[in-house]
């Protein structure tokens, strides 16, 4: 009997500690307060599936005194999903506010995305500027610059999912604007009317396929870099100079090899008219030894050779020998 008295208090205490853990009183009253049907089994259901009815609850408080009857097995799914359903609820709040299309299956969908929904519909309202980093490009003069634009780009909610982010705007604005420099045909145009730049990024369409919508393109700053063109015709000429040289180098390297080549040639010659001159005087006295060859034949030989260098040499304009040589006696002797 006195084990009882002990007994019975652990165990109704512990029953209201369980009752209190798996129905959270004060979110449940808060639930009825807001006209919002959720019964205590609901509660106790969202525990058992691990489920933090505060995540759940509150938001979906916060959705049906907005207007939005939100459905809490919707909520709970999209719980056990992984997604944050407070800033479903708050997107799809403000949504409503700003008479802005959008349901509970694709601010879910947005989310599980892993777009910050709430943000997406802040940006539909209030429109975002994103600043470019400095993009350079050279004029059609040569003349090198260098601009910043401004770009005003609102979400699109219906493009959020698969859309590309706001680096593709980016890429894409800076693409527009070295395409529009360059096409100029004088530096000085740009400087004068940069909304130019503006006009022809504008009517490229640049926001297709992207979460956002394009409003504006406003150029922020152009400064004026380095003369490219005059830097590559000064290295095209060095360039050029550098092959002209080249050329030449080998030109005379062809021309030393020819003239090295004659040279050898013109000495291999002599040397053979040198060895055929020393087989004369062989040939004289192997034909005065066989009696083919008399004196007088070969007194008249060398008057014809003396008589051939005389004329050699007039024809060159030297003086011709003077009388007493032996060709000479031996012509007159003839």
Do not use: C
Not at 149 to 176: D, S
Not at 210 to 235: H, M, P, R, W, Y
């Amino acid at each position: 009997m006195n084990i009882l008295v002990y007994i019975v208090p652990i165990i109704a205490v512990l029953l209201i500690w369980l009752f209190f853990y798996f129905v959270p009183v004060g979110l449940w009253i808060s639930a009825l307060a807001a006209g919002v049907p959720v019964g205590p089994m609901t509660l106790v259901g969202m525990r058992l599936r691990k489920v933090n009815p505060h995540k759940v609850i509150v938001p979906m408080i916060a959705a049906w005194k907005a207007g939005l009857e939100l459905s809490i097995s919707e909520l709970e799914a999209h719980y056990l999903a992984g997604g944050n359903v407070d800033r479903v609820a708050r997107a799809l709040i403000s949504a409503d506010k700003a008479n802005i299309a959008l349901d509970f299956q694709r601010a879910a969908a947005i989310d599980l995305a892993g777009r910050d929904v709430y943000d997406a519909v802040a940006m539909s309202v209030n429109p975002r500027v994103i600043e470019t980093p400095k993009v350079g490009a050279v004029a059609a003069d040569g003349i090198q610059l260098f601009a910043i634009a401004k770009v005003t780009v609102r979400a699109n909610i219906e493009r959020l999912v698969g859309g590309a982010t706001e680096e593709t705007i980016i890429a894409r604005v800076g693409e527009g604007i070295v395409s529009a420099i360059g096409s100029a045909g004088s530096h000085k145009e740009v400087l004068e009317n940069p909304d130019k730049i503006s006009k022809l990024v504008l009517e490229k369409g640049l926001d297709a396929g992207t979460a956002f919508e394009l409003l504006s393109i406003d150029i922020a700053d152009v400064d004026v870099g380095k003369n490219i063109g005059a830097q590559l015709q000064t290295d095209q000429a060095e360039a050029d100079l550098k092959v002209a040289r080249a050329k030449a180098e080998e030109r005379r390297a062809m021309a030393v090899a020819r003239e090295q080549e004659m040279t050898a040639l013109v000495q291999e010659r002599r040397a053979a008219v040198v060895e055929a001159e020393a087989e004369i005087p062989r040939a004289i006295a192997e034909a005065f030894r066989k009696g083919q060859l008399g004196v007088m034949d070969y007194y008249n030989l060398r008057n014809i050779q003396a008589d051939t260098r005389m004329r050699e040499g007039l024809a060159e304009g030297e003086e011709p020998p003077a009388a007493g040589h032996g060709e000479a006696l031996l012509s007159g002797g003839t």
